[in-house]
């Protein structure tokens, strides 16, 4: 089979959470070769390898989390002020959460990705919100499916009240990540710009 068929397969099994096994070893080949246009024929093997264990594997039958439309809302609301929304908390686990809007330049433009925030191929992709407002995570996602969702959850009720609880919890606000020093940014838990920008209450009483 061709090898940019197979990498192109690759990318959409783990964008519909479908790449289960060797996520990590599956998406640094996808990156090589995207960078360098080819791969050794030790690893083209692996590719085909992987994606024949990926069909293989069987699917669970949990239910879709749905109902998270007001999480693109959210994002495409701020993506009128902002060229990249994007902002970033910590798991139970200590590691960092980002949810950041795709650009037009990706094929999930408008949706918001989930990851641990590293840079593109050093980091772990959990998932995406779809358009719908469907959560659809990848195998590295589902390790954490229960935290993900009440996250999402939480942010779609109340951004504001979620904004603070974890700027308030990290002394950063979660939006630009900037220490929060003025005494009206300590009480809101974020600072003015990004009150502004996501549409959040300043300077009233919270
Ligand atoms: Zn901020």
Known sequence: MNLDH?????ENMDGNGKLWKRTDFARS?????????????????????IITENLAAPTVAKPT???????????????ENLKYPKL???????SDLKLSRAGPTSRFNGEVQLTDGRPYGQNKYYGR???????????????HEDELHSILKSMTTDLGAFAKMYGLKSGNCCFCRKEL????????????????NYGLPWGEKA
């Open 6 to 10: 197979s990498i192109h397969q690759l």
């Open 181 to 196: 020093t003025h005494h009206s940014s300590l009480d809101a838990g974020y600072g003015p710009t990004c009150a502004d």
């Open 129 to 143: 919100v779809t358009g719908n407002g469907e959560l659809v995570l990848t195998g590295e996602g589902r390790r």
């Open 88 to 94: 970033v908390i910590q798991l139970g686990d200590g």
């Open 29 to 49: 080949l996808i990156t090589q070769y995207n960078r360098k246009g080819s791969l050794s024929p030790k690893q083209e093997e692996w590719v085909n390898i």
């Open 65 to 79: 989390v749905t109902g998270l439309t007001r999480v693109i809302e959210i994002f495409e609301e701020a993506s």
